[in-house]
């Protein structure tokens, strides 16, 4: 009879949208063994993205699921997956937020019931700005860059807590060790060592912070990098957990400092929890044998290219320990989308980062990129395509003209061809027609394929690269011409933690990935030396303030931010050759401001040939030394010193 009666008020509850009906002290609470897991953890009222829950639970496909509690809210169709112990269940919302009830029912009698939340989406969400051409990214690897709180540096044996969902989230055991003296090995820096140095960020003049992947990593080797994803909502509490980034979040804002967080949509990784069960038989993509991409990027626009190499590069794994989505079935498309969309809502963040973007699908790709940018139509995504071929990376931009049609929907892609050619060019010495500054010259000569310029990345290093003071010579004077072309070149800058100071590659190990993913020195309480002080001397006191005086100038600096350039290669005749002068000039201009840059990365002194540039503006010109912030008179003769950039600003 009770049954009967609770049946009764459900029914009456969905037909009259009265939450006041619904009694859930009637119905049983699910245990953790009955309902695993819900995600998204919880929403919003007021989204586009149309709200589908997965559940996971032991033969939880075998009930019934209604949504009771708010109205105007409820379940409209529920999908069964080939494993019995999932469901995905559409909830068309009301207006209403606050706490409703999942419940499941059997025979048209309920169970059990879970409590989820709806909340009030934030005033202003979906007008959220996000990074620009006026932005300074400073990119972090969290583990290397300060322990904050030792406490949570040791493995989790389990444990619980709140996940921002209406129930606290059950930790897995996390059996990597954190060794500073392993360069594989966790290292302990965490959230709380990212608060703690926002103004040492701040002061650098970076307004924009992207950290490599906070989300749990539960490989039991080499998880300190956090690309291999073992739970896509939530923070590995090594680092922290969900409400400690929340705080980083606003805590970045009040420095003025934007968040971008770095994702993955490509690959998960074997120790995601879901390895044990997938919903779906084509979750991942399977093969009889091990079947590597073949990182052939070239496939998505050849004409001519065979139909298995497309599908050994949209297929493949990554790396043995990353399993490959697929992106094709539109569960696991959905999932993806709502994901980065609850991650930008709960935590309030200004833009997206996507790890190894061509490879991955690349139709529903566009679709995820589409959904993100519909509930936030401000939102910066920028994708790593990481292609030397220019015209195959613009074809990754959103609104490209591809012959095929194919929209990425991508608005900013990583500028690897300018970066390889920068890099390139400051370590030749000698150098003959297309070679040492040529390099870059080239490379920004062929402006014209992009779609849109402003949002080209641009870098000389990430966290995939090599030490760029390494691979200079450890030496600061080049190092400063590759942070003066950073800052003065079109896009939106990028910078790797501790090229500010020329850190250099750890000499103690063999693994190439640890040797250059350093910990910054003073990030740790037994440091003998701190960087992000008034300890630093030296060549690295020398670098940071360069770099520190550079990037702030740029935050005020509109025709470096929005200009349009005018670029100059100086040749020198040596009989009948006519070979580079490995030297590289430039104006960034607008109507009203203009900023020379002159990038001399000869053995020698140069001197001004002003006559050089009459076209863009006649006779001596006065104006501000960026770097001394002395007054300079733009003529012929004046010394530009071997292997230093001038950069002068001054009004048209």
Not at 275 to 284: H, L, R, T
Not at 299 to 318: C, I, K
């Amino acid at each position: 009879m009770r049954r009967l009666l609770i049946a009764s008020l459900i029914a009456v509850s969905a037909c009259l949208g009265c939450k006041h009906i619904f009694d859930p002290s009637l119905i049983n609470d699910a245990t953790s063994e009955e309902v695993v897991r819900v995600e998204p953890l919880s929403w919003w009222t007021g989204m586009k993205m149309p709200l589908q829950l997965m559940i996971q639970g032991p033969g939880i496909s075998e009930y019934d699921v209604s949504v009771e509690g708010l109205s105007g809210t409820r379940a409209s169709a529920a999908h069964k997956a080939d494993s019995p112990n999932y469901l995905f269940v559409d909830v068309q919302l009301g207006s209403e937020s606050g706490r409703c009830w999942i419940v499941f029912s059997k025979d048209g009698e309920p169970v059990f019931k879970y409590p989820y939340i709806i909340r009030e989406r934030a005033a202003g969400s979906a007008q959220r700005e996000s990074y620009t051409t006026e932005d300074m990214i400073y990119l972090i690897m969290p583990d290397r860059f300060a322990n904050g709180d030792p406490e949570n540096d040791s493995c989790w044996q389990g444990g619980v807590y709140d996940d921002g969902s209406a129930m606290a989230w059950k930790v897995p055991d996390t059996p990597d060790t954190v060794d500073r003296k392993d360069p594989v090995s966790r290292h302990g820096g965490d959230i709380q060592g990212l608060i703690d140095h926002l103004d040492y960020i701040a002061g650098l003049g970076a307004t924009a912070v992207w950290n490599t992947p906070l989300l749990l990593d539960n490989q039991d080797y080499e998880s300190y990098h956090g690309y291999a994803c073992a739970d896509y909502y939530h923070i590995d509490p090594r680092f922290g957990d969900n409400a400690l980034y929340k705080e980083y979040v606003e805590k970045s804002h009040e420095k003025g400092i934007k968040v971008i967080m770095d994702i993955v949509t490509n690959h998960c990784g074997t120790a995601h929890w879901w390895m044990e069960d997938a919903p779906f038989k084509d979750w991942i993509h399977r093969f009889p044998e091990y079947t590597q991409m073949n990182a052939l990027f070239s496939v998505y626009m050849d004409p001519g290219a065979a139909h298995t190499d497309l599908q050994r590069q949209e297929s493949g794994w990554f790396v043995p320990s990353m399993p490959d989505m697929n992106l094709d079935n539109p569960f696991v498309l959905k999932y993806f989308q709502q994901w980065a969309i609850w991650w930008v809502e709960y935590a309030g963040l200004d833009g997206l980062r996507v790890d190894t973007y061509p490879y991955n699908e690349p139709g529903p790709m566009s679709e995820w990129c589409k959904a993100v940018r519909e509930e936030y139509p401000g939102i910066n995504i920028v994708g790593e395509c990481w292609d030397p071929c220019i015209p195959q990376l613009a074809y990754w931009q959103a609104d490209n003209p591809n012959k095929n049609g194919f929209n990425s929907n991508l608005p900013s892609i990583m500028d690897f061809p300018l970066r390889d050619a920068m890099i390139g060019a400051l370590c030749e010495d000698r150098v003959w027609w297309n070679e040492g500054m040529t390099r870059v010259y080239s490379v920004l000569a062929q402006d014209f394929v992009y779609h849109d310029l402003d949002n080209m990345m641009i870098f000389f290093a990430n966290h995939d690269h090599p030490r760029t003071g390494d691979i200079l010579r450890a030496d600061p004077a080049r190092m400063k011409l590759a942070l003066a072309m950073l800052a003065t070149l079109r896009g939106i800058p990028q910078l790797y933690y501790g090229d500010e100071m020329m850190f250099l590659e750890r000499k103690d190990c063999k693994s190439h990935d640890g040797a250059k993913r350093i910990d910054f020195p003073g990030g740790w309480a037994d440091d003998k030396v701190d960087l992000f002080g008034a300890e630093r001397s030296g060549i690295a006191a020398d670098l940071h303030d360069y770099t520190a005086r550079l990037f702030n100038w740029r935050k005020g600096c509109r025709a470096v931010q929005h200009g349009k350039t005018l670029h100059f290669l100086s040749r020198k005749n040596y009989g009948v050759h006519n070979v580079t002068d490995n030297s590289y000039s430039y104006f960034r201009y607008t109507s009203d401001d203009t900023v020379f840059v002159y990038i001399n990365n000869n053995d020698e002194t140069r001197l001004l040939d002003w006559s050089h540039y009459s076209e863009f503006v006649p006779g001596p010109i006065r104006g501000t030394d960026v770097l001394s912030g002395e007054t300079v008179l733009l003529q012929d003769g004046l010394p530009i010193p071997a292997h230093s950039a001038l950069i002068v600003e001054f009004d048209r």
